[in-house]
């Protein structure tokens, strides 16, 4: 299989941004009245397309899904586990349209700080360790990846939410560089920082509730030194790459049920050597429908 150039890795990069530090996590804070289980667990699927389809537009069109469950250890703490699959409408002659994407396994507490009589800083503190069970992992002989994540989030007024904060996440991989013609270096470190809000509209037992929300971000991406003295897109002495991202959605909740649509904006800061950023782009723009089940 072919290593996956700089290009192709930022989207999966942005979307782990945009899940982990940029949202308000409405999946997993639904989950938390579920059904009252002590392991919670969230189901989730998510059709992916781009905003703007070309004659084929199968090549451009994916599904994700998600399973994660979490387990209360103590007031405040959790362990969770969470693994994914994706399916492409498009395959190589030989190869499944199915991949099985990188599992986590982790813990997380959550606490508060008080700001004002009545606004409390939310906190969570997360550590967490990726597995390669995924063929582009496996591909690029990926050890392990540790990541940690500080998570921030107040309710400045009754129905307004803001989250974000910042994560940094470790590569281990056996090889520096990637195998193959033009492979290029395997990313050692990539974090990322990211801003949310989300707006309750409405909220009924009987109904369900509506919620609508935006948020920003960017990533930092640092390759693996080159044992080769010369600057290029896929070999340098530790070159660092930045992506930027944004992202709108609507939601719709009713029980254990959620649903929401998004528009989303990811990309490469540096375009053909020159900071270049566009706020929609026909090949980068994307429209993505969720629908998640918390247990």
């Known amino acids: ?6 290009q192709a890795l930022l989207p999966a990069l942005i979307i782990v941004g945009l899940a982990s530090a940029a949202q308000a996590e409405p999946a997993e804070a639904q989950a938390e009245t579920g059904l009252g289980l002590p392991v919670h667990t969230t189901l989730s699927s998510q059709f992916r397309m781009l905003a703007v389809v070309d004659q084929d537009p199968a090549n451009d069109q994916l599904m994700l899904y998600g399973l994660r469950a979490r387990g ?30 990188d599992s986590q396994v982790g813990f997380a507490w959550k606490t508060s700080l008080p700001l004002a009589p009545d606004l409390d800083l939310g906190l969570t503190h997360e550590a967490a360790v990726f597995l390669p069970t995924s063929r582009i992992s496996r591909a690029q002989d990926l050890y392990a990846a540790p990541q940690v994540r500080l998570g921030l989030s107040v309710e400045p007024m009754p129905g307004l939410s803001v989250a ?16 193959g013609l033009g492979g290029g270096m395997n990313t050692q470190l990539d974090a990322s920082v990211g801003l949310g809000a989300d707006y309750q509209v409405f909220e009924s037992e009987r109904f369900g509730g509506l919620g609508v929300g935006l948020s920003a971000g960017s990533t930092w991406l640092r390759k693996y ?22 992202e709108a959605h609507v939601g719709y909740s009713w029980q254990i049920l959620e649903l929401s649509v998004s528009v989303e904006q990811g990309g ?14 026909r090949d980068e723009t994307e429209l993505a429908i969720t629908l998640a089940a918390s247990l």
């Open 72 to 101: 209360d250890v103590f007031e405040g703490g959790q362990v969770f586990l969470g693994t994914g699959l994706r399916q492409r409408f498009t395959a190589e002659a030989g190869e499944s349209g199915f991949d099985l994407q």
């Open 164 to 179: 974000g904060g910042p994560r940094v996440r470790y590569r281990f991989h056996k090889y520096a560089e990637r195998a």
């Open 225 to 246: 030194n080159s044992r080769d003295a010369f600057v290029s897109a896929e070999s340098d002495q530790g070159v660092w790459l930045q992506a930027y991202d944004w």
């Open 268 to 281: 490469g800061v540096l375009r053909d050597g020159i900071v270049n950023t566009f706020l929609v782009h």
């Open 1 to 6: 299989m072919r290593a996956l150039t700089t």
